[in-house]
Structures are given as C-alpha cells and as structure tokens.
Nanobody, 115 residues
Framework: QVQLVESGGGLVQTGGSLRLSCAAS????????MGWYRQAPGKQRELLAT???????NYLDSVKDRFTISRDNDKNTVYLQMNSLKPEDTAVYYC?????????WGKGTLVTVSS
C-alpha cells in the first residue's frame, strides 16, 4: 500500500506561481517513477510531468517551459513548481505512481487561476 498526499494548491492570479508537493508513504521499497496529472472540469485527466528516482524528467509540451518537476528521495516527496500560470491551468492536480504493478493516486489538490 502506498499513500500519496498532495498539498500546495490554491487560488492564484494569472502570471503567478505555485509549488505543489506530494508526499508518499507506506511503501516498503523504493518508489521509482512519480508523476503529476491534472484534470480540468469537463476534460480528461492529462499527464503533465514524470520523474524517475534518478531524476530523469519528461514533460507535456504545453507546460515544459513553465512547470518543473523535482523530488526529494529522502523525503519520498515530489514537487511541481508552476510558474506563469494561466486560467487554463485551473484544474485538480493529482500525484501518481506505480508500485508493485498497482496504480496509486492522491486525492488531488485544486489549483484555480483567476484572470
């Protein structure tokens, strides 16, 4: 069992920044790849960024110049730094990992970008 808990969402104005955190707990072994997804109202959930334990990252093209994923392996925590936020970034942001062949999701944190 793995528990993922996101934090750091909130209301921000256009052009502002937020840093999301996701703390993982409960695993007996190392968690490898972790990722951030988001789901806007009426839209499908989309993958934003992933990071391996070794620090290799991948991004959705539309966010790669504004968002940065990072992790602290000692704390089992992954971060998403979001800059130059736009109203279209408004969504619930979810942390995700696969552990022992099972998908694990956090409950999400809401990010609202006002125009």
């Amino acid at each position: 069992q793995v528990q993922l808990v996101e934090s750091g969402g909130g209301l921000v104005q256009t052009g502002g920044s937020l840093r999301l955190s996701c703390a993982a707990s409960g695993s007996r072994f190392v968690i490898n790849t972790m990722g951030w997804y988001r789901q806007a109202p009426g839209k499908q959930r989309e993958l934003l960024a992933t990071i391996t334990r070794g620090g290799t990252t991948n991004y959705l093209d539309s966010v790669k110049d504004r968002f940065t994923i990072s992790r602290d392996n000692d704390k089992n925590t992954v971060y998403l730094q979001m800059n130059s936020l736009k109203p279209e970034d408004t969504a619930v942001y979810y942390c995700h990992t696969v552990y022992s062949l099972l998908d694990y999701w956090g409950k999400g944190t809401l990010v609202t970008v006002s125009s």
